[in-house]
């Protein structure tokens, strides 16, 4: 009882402490207000939602365990003749960033198991970004006023690409080794500065004695620390601007319906969080990733076979290989369009587009409204059939990166499977653009039948000449309302051929992303109804909170 009653008085202090702390907090700064908004905050339930909660979680989960790696691990590429556990290895000259790897995952307690956990989560963390931005994509969230968050997200996706790369590089094994030889050639390619930044990049001439040590630094310093800024940021924006949300009864673009953040979002919100942690760390016990102890220690003359980057940067292998051999000599210098074409110009071409993307698309629409309701895909053909294109084109990229293992396995010929790929490149997007703008067009046909039908009630019923008909039923107002609801910006008007360039190029670009559409009906009345749905805030308003 007395141990008891000093606990409850401990207790109680501890309670009157915290009180006392969070009334002379309260009286100096704005806390209750604050924190009273904030855990009111509401936040529109569905699925996709959470995509973004895993790459944040992910992310934490990087940390914690690259904070554990930093404990072991020594960048130094000064050789030393191994010692370690791993016998076929033991007298090798290592370099110190191999060995302290090779301890790390085999002599230290558990450290394979947090570094397999660090490199899933890294692989969870760009995964989850890129599909987070799919869905910001194909939903329009995109548009105005998130186009500021749209940036700071393709910038986090860059950065992750970044950041991966100098991880994936760190423990200086063969596999790593042939991933920095390819880099080192990509960044000679570049015209003029190309051989000047490498040298500058690796200290000398490849391989180098520095390049570790700078990757080092980049990837446990410099990159987080803007990643963990612009999550910050990105985070504060989303709470500033409110979410966006599908159509629904009661759901406007004036308003958030949703669950408060405190207690429901944030006991959902912790539930994800500890169901991200134990699914990456059950992929870490169960499925080995990355065993340098097989590929050995890094050789300037060696190259590992069936050598594959991370699926993220698989599409550059692909590109590079799939790029036909062309080399100039201008004034002296050797242009490599070979690597320089693949390597260079098509990533910074597809930054530059997703980063503009939302600026083409409001100067074609003209559309300067804030929109906080999300499009559905097949309202939009022409933007998913673009989507779905780039899509395409990624994965026959990453496919033709593994042209060697596929030519290997099925007993192919590499050649044929190369100009194969060279041809799908082309043609597979144009394709799938071509064939996903048909199939949301035919499912608005369907959507517009069921409004005016009804849909199949499973019942057969005979009529009086003796024919046979299933009877139809109407919708339920919520399906209808779904249906009924969206904004398809109309195309603009022609301007005419005497008006200049830029404007007949935009209106020819609107009429081709909204002249084929298919007409829902509706009365006049709900014509009104959606259009005071769908209309935006108020001049210096916000969506208010449900």
Known sequence: ??????????????????????????????????AGRLLRKAFPDHWSFLLGEIALYSFVLLVLTGTYL???????????????????????????????????????????????????????????????????????????????????GVTLFLLALVEGFCGYSLPDDL???????????????????????????????????????????THVLFVPGVMAALIVLHLIMVVYLKHTQWSGRGRTNRNVVGKPLFPVYTAKSLGLLLIVFGLVAAMSAVAQINPIWSYGPFRADQVSTDAQPDWYVGFLE??????????????????????????????????????????FERWVTGDTAEHHLCDRPRDRPVRTGLGVAA????????????????ATEFHADLNLLTWLFRAAFFLAPVAAFLLTRRVCLALQRHERRLLAEGEESGQVQQDVAGGMGETHRPLGAERRYRLLVREIP???EDPGPGAPLRQRLRAGLSAWYYADRVELPLTDEERREISGRTAGPFAGGAPEEE
Request: glycine residues 10%; without cysteine.
């Open 490 to 492: 109309r195309p603009l």
């Open 318 to 359: 692909g590109a590079l290989r799939l790029m036909p051999g062309v080399e100039w000599n201008v004034a002296g210098h050797t242009v490599m369009w070979n690597v320089f074409l693949p390597a260079v110009v098509l990533p910074a071409l597809l930054f530059l587009v997703l980063y503009l993307y939302p600026v």
């Open 175 to 217: 596999l790593s080794g042939t991933g920095l030889r390819t880099a080192d050639s990509i960044v000679q390619s570049i015209p003029v500065v190309g051989t000047y930044l490498a040298f500058f990049l690796w200290g000398g001439q490849y391989p180098g004695e520095v390049i570790d040590r700078r990757l080092y630094i």
């Open 70 to 152: 930093t404990l072991f691990f020594d960048p130094s590429l000064a050789e030393v003749p191994y010692r370690g556990s791993y016998e076929p290895l033991r007298g090798v000259l290592v370099s110190e960033a191999y060995a302290s790897t090779l301890h790390l995952s085999l002599d230290v307690r558990g450290g394979l198991l947090i570094r397999q956990m660090h490199h899933w989560a890294a692989l969870v963390f760009v995964a989850s970004i890129g599909v987070h931005m799919l869905r910001v994509f194909f939903t329009g969230a995109f548009r105005r006023p998130r186009e500021t968050n749209w940036f700071v």
């Open 391 to 406: 899509l395409v084109g990624y994965a026959v990229l990453l496919m033709a990166g593994g042209n060697d293992v596929i």
């Open 1 to 34: 009882m007395l141990l008891g009653r000093r606990r409850a008085r401990a207790g109680a202090r501890a309670r009157q402490g915290a009180f006392r702390t969070y009334v002379v907090l309260d009286r100096r700064t704005p806390a209750s207000e604050l």
